[in-house]
Nanobody, 122 residues
Framework: VQLQASGGGLVQAGDSLRLSCAAS????????MGWFRQAPGKEREFVGI?????????YYTDSAKGRFTISRDNVKNTVDLQMSSLKPEDTAVYYC???????????????WGQGTQVTVSS
């Protein structure tokens, strides 16, 4: 199984950026998919997830609510993270994840992708 994240880069505060993650080796159409991030000197933190149900429910950390949107394409086996109104504190390596469980607002993925760097300048 491989999760390949892409789309990171250097942007200015207030800009938007879209990250994509393509999964291969397994179909995740009936699994959770989501995103984490790790800022320099900090622990990796949960950003959000999207369920596999017909409603494709989403859950976000407070800092992402209203600015970030997760979507998925079960045919393409991809999950995207649309980020808007970016702030310098959003600077981090962003990781996609898939499978696993989400209980008590804690997401424990089974699979991790490699990270993609997002840098937001002020």
């Amino acid at each position: 199984v491989q999760l390949q994240a892409s789309g990171g880069g250097l942007v200015q505060a207030g800009d938007s950026l879209r990250l994509s993650c393509a999964a291969s080796g397994r179909n995740f159409s009936t699994d959770l998919m989501g995103w984490f991030r790790q800022a320099p000197g900090k622990e990796r933190e949960f950003v959000g997830i999207i369920t596999w149900s017909a409603q494709m429910n989403t859950y976000y950390t407070d800092s992402a609510k209203g600015r970030f949107t997760i979507s998925r394409d079960n045919v393409k086996n991809t999950v995207d993270l649309q980020m808007s109104s970016l702030k310098p504190e959003d600077t981090a390596v962003y990781y996609c994840a898939a499978g696993g469980s989400f209980r008590s607002n804690i997401y424990r993925p089974m699979y991790w992708g490699q990270g993609t760097q997002v840098t937001v300048s002020s």
